[in-house]
Nanobody
Framework: QVQLVESGGGLVQVGGTLRLSCTAS????????MGWFRQAPGKEREFVAA????????HYGESGKGRFTISRDNAKDTVYLQMENLKPEDTAIYYC??????????????????WGQGTQVTVTS
């Protein structure tokens, strides 16, 4: 059974930093592209960032460009999202997701077979 478990969310002030982690089990992690999405209250879930299965390719949504960095450690079956200079509009539940391909339609939710339960990030001013 595949499980993705996010951690690292919490309460942070504007301009602060958080690092989210997502640890996978039940799958061959180095064959799975990973993505981060987020959903703010009253809004649709949006793409944040994605990284290819071997970690060679990354892509970012507009919201995180220049402030967020996605990375992965395949030895630890874990993907990370480093978030810097956080803004109140970054407040959302952040989800990690897995697509069992090296790379693909990574900005599209439908490309991902596996989803975590989410971790709340709240940015206060």
């Amino acid at each position: 059974q595949v499980q993705l478990v996010e951690s690292g969310g919490g309460l942070v002030q504007v301009g602060g930093t958080l690092r989210l982690s997502c640890t996978a089990s039940g799958l061959t992690f180095n064959l799975v592209a990973m993505g981060w999405f987020r959903q703010a209250p009253g809004k649709e879930r949006e793409f944040v960032a994605a990284i290819s299965a071997r970690g060679k390719t990354m892509h970012y949504g507009e919201s995180g460009k220049g402030r967020f960095t996605i990375s992965r450690d395949n030895a630890k079956d874990t993907v990370y999202l480093q978030m810097e200079n956080l803004k109140p509009e970054d407040t959302a539940i952040y989800y990690c997701a897995g697509d069992p391909h090296e790379w693909g339609s990574h900005t599209t939710q439908g490309a991902y077979n596996y989803w975590g339960q989410g971790t709340q990030v709240t940015v206060t001013s």
